[in-house]
């Protein structure tokens, strides 16, 4: 075991730092306030090759590991998490589903433009009536033969207005169970499909989040990604990436906080010398640096997993479980340090605060990790 880094790994986190600070941060307050989806700044992110990380080169992607993943989305989510999420989405979910279970002609079709950023996807299970209980798909995909004609509503999607293509889990066999449901690859501007207005978020308010309607949707047989039935293995199995993903956002949500707070508590000064001399700060950044160290160590261990094929749905589980509640930790301290400060706009840390919830709700809520690290340890 050894804890360095590779020279490409390093370049890739400095390249995302340095994007961070000069593209991102400018701006952050106001897209947040106006809830306004970074645009330009995810297009640089794709010419960058940041939204195909970790897909091969041969489908328009960056072929890097997922360490080198992690360390991109730490950086990234300490300055903005709205732009994070796209990151995230986009290759955890969306690319390595293509890539890991498409046919080449999807991969050509839809996976290509989708690594090299020219378009974004979209990753498409909760429904009104079925979020943690994702097995309840109410969204039908009725079989007529060269095509599924697609029925329902999703909701809460990132990504939902801005994406291109969309990954689409609906029940084909409701009498087959999770087994009779299956993904289908779902464009815009299919007739019947239309999108619902954005919804008004407490965080991550420049993320693109949306409901969708499906209405008599032909989505042609060649657009179902694998065997049928194997939609919601397909989703399962796909999440277990996106949480590392969604677990290295939540420890740049901490970090980036944790870095504002040691900074204000060494220049800011009460009864004659810098918070930072008090005890009692001390400790909170003490206990800070080392929930965001483990965080981290828990990233990178599910991410060296997956790099080396060796199962990691039950690491990312315990990753994202973790450095979530250590976002909401350390936001909460952060801002606690700031004192009054804290709790306007120009410290970015009540932004931090309210981003890093979120963190503990999508792609499996904390109790949901829960259930699934007790199955693992029990079974
Ligand atoms: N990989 C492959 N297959 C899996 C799997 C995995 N990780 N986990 C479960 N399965 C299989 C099971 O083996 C089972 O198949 P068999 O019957 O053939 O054995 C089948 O899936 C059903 O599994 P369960 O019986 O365990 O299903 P369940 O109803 O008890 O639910 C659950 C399990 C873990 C709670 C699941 O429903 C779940 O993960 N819920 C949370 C949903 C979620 O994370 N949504 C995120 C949406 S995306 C998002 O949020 C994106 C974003 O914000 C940015
Ligand atoms: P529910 O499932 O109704 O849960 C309510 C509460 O009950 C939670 O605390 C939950 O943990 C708890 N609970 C439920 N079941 C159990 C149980 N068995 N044991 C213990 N506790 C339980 N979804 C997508 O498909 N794609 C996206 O791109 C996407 N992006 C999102 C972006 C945002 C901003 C938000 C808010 C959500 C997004 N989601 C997305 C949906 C997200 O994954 C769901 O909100 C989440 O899975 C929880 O589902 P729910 O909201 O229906 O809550």
Redesign the pocket.
């Known amino acids: 075991m050894h804890f360095e880094f590779t020279e490409e790994q390093l370049m890739i986190r400095q390249a995302a730092r340095d994007f961070a600070q000069t593209e991102l941060k400018p701006g952050v307050i106001e897209r947040d306030e106006h809830q306004k989806f970074p645009a330009e700044q995810i297009k640089k992110l794709g010419e960058l090759g940041f939204l195909g990380l970790m897909t091969s080169p041969e489908y328009g992607g960056a072929g890097m590991d997922a360490i080198s993943y992690v360390l991109a989305m730490e950086e990234l989510s300490k300055i903005d998490a709205s732009a994070s999420?796209v990151v995230s989405?986009n290759n955890s979910?969306v690319c390595y589903g293509l890539e890991k279970y498409g046919s080449e002609e999807q991969k050509q079709k839809y996976l290509v433009p989708l690594a090299s950023g020219e378009v974004i996807g979209?990753?498409?299970?909760?429904e009104?009536?079925?979020?943690?209980?994702?097995t309840s798909q109410h969204t039908t995909a009725i079989d007529m033969g060269d095509h599924y004609l697609l029925n329902g509503t999703?909701?809460?999607?990132?990504?939902?207005g801005t994406a291109s293509t969309y990954l689409v889990?609906a029940q084909t066999d409701a009498a087959k169970g999770h087994k009779g449901i299956n993904a289908l690859i779902v464009e815009k501007g299919m007739p019947g499909f239309t999108v619902g207005p954005k919804?008004n978020?407490l965080g991550?308010r420049g993320?693109d989040?949306h409901s969708l309607m499906f209405t008599d949707v032909k989505v042609p047989k060649a657009n179902r990604i694998g065997e049928d039935g194997f939609g919601f293995k397909f989703a399962m199995n796909t999440l277990e990436g996106g949480r590392i993903g969604i677990a290295a956002q939540a420890l740049g949500i901490a970090s980036g906080a944790y870095e504002l707070a040691l900074a204000y508590a060494k220049e800011r000064k009460t009864f004659g010398k810098p918070i930072a001399e008090h005890q009692a700060i001390q400790f909170k950044l003490a206990d800070m640096a080392t929930e965001i160290e483990a965080a981290r160590l828990l990233c990178l261990k599910a991410a060296w997993l997956k790099d080396n094929h060796q199962p990691y749905g039950r690491a990312s589980a315990t990753a994202k479980l973790f450095a979530s509640k250590v976002a909401m930790d350390t936001t909460v301290e952060a801002v606690q340090i700031h004192g009054g400060y804290g709790f306007v706009k120009e410290y970015h840390v009540e932004r931090l605060m309210r981003d890093a919830k979120?963190t503990q709700?999508?792609?499996?809520?904390?109790?949901?990790q829960?259930?699934v690290i007790s199955r693992d340890i029990l079974k």
């Open positions: 999420v989405v979910l979209a990753f498409c299970l909760s009104p009536e079925a979020g943690s209980d994702a999703k909701n809460w999607i990132t990504n939902g889990i919804e978020k991550i993320s989040t979120i709700i999508y792609e499996g809520t904390s109790e949901i829960k259930i």
